[in-house]
C-alpha cells in the first residue's frame, strides 16, 4: 500500500487541487489569448484583464486553502491571498502610470508569488504531482525578476505578461494529470 492510498485527507485534497488545475489552466489559456489581442496598450480591457488576473489567484488560494485544510496548514496560501490582492489594487493604481508602472507591479507580484507557489509545491510533494508546481514557481520568480527589469526598457509592453499565463497553466494542466493517481487513492 503506497503512503498516498494511507491517507485519505490527501485522496480528496488531491482530488480538489485537480478539478482547481484544471480550470486555473482554462483560464490562463483564456486570459492569455484575450492579453495578446490588447498587450500594445492600457486601454479599459487590457486593465480589466490585468486586474483580473491576480483577483482569480485570489480565488484559487481561497479554494486551494479551504481543500487543504485536512492535509496541513494552508497559512502560506493565506499569505498568497494576500499578495495576490495587494496586487489587483496596486496594478488599477499603476495602470494611471504606464505600462512601466504596470511591469513593475506585475514583476514583484510574480516574485512572491512564485516564491509562496515553489515551498507549497516543496511542502506537498509527498501527495504527487507537485514538481510542475515546484518548477512553475522557480520559473514565476525568475519572470517576476525579468518583468521588472523589462520594465525600464525603450518600449515596453505587456506581451511577456501576457505570454507568462501560457507556461503558468501549462505547468497546472501538468499538475491535474499527474495528481490523478492520488485523487483515486492510488
Not at 6 to 26: D, E, H, K, Q, W
Not at 40 to 69: C, E, K, M, Q, W
Amino acid at each position: 500500500m503506497s503512503t498516498i492510498a494511507a491517507s485519505p485527507g490527501i485522496s480528496g485534497t488531491a482530488f480538489a487541487l485537480r478539478r482547481l488545475y484544471f480550470v486555473r489552466f482554462a483560464f490562463a489559456i483564456v486570459w492569455a489569448l484575450a492579453m495578446f489581442t490588447t498587450a500594445s496598450n492600457l486601454g479599459p480591457l487590457a486593465v480589466t484583464l490585468l486586474v483580473l488576473y491576480p483577483l482569480f489567484d485570489v480565488a484559487a488560494a481561497i479554494i486551494d486553502a479551504r481543500a487543504s485544510r485536512t492535509t496541513g496548514s494552508p497559512s502560506l496560501l493565506y499569505v498568497n491571498i494576500a499578495v495576490s490582492l495587494i496586487t489587483a489594487i496596486g496594478v488599477a493604481i499603476a495602470c494611471a502610470s504606464g505600462i512601466p508602472a504596470v511591469l513593475r507591479v506585475w514583476g514583484a507580484w510574480a516574485v512572491a508569488a512564485g516564491l509562496v507557489q515553489l515551498i507549497v509545491g516543496v511542502i506537498r510533494r509527498k501527495m504527487g504531482g507537485q514538481w510542475p508546481m515546484i518548477i512553475s514557481g522557480g520559473i514565476s520568480v525568475l519572470a517576476g525578476a525579468f518583468f521588472i527589469v523589462g520594465a525600464s526598457a525603450a518600449s515596453p509592453t505587456l506581451t511577456n505578461a501576457a505570454g507568462y499565463a501560457i507556461p503558468g497553466g501549462i505547468f497546472f494542466l501538468i499538475s491535474a494529470f499527474r495528481l490523478g493517481r492520488a485523487a483515486k487513492g492510488n
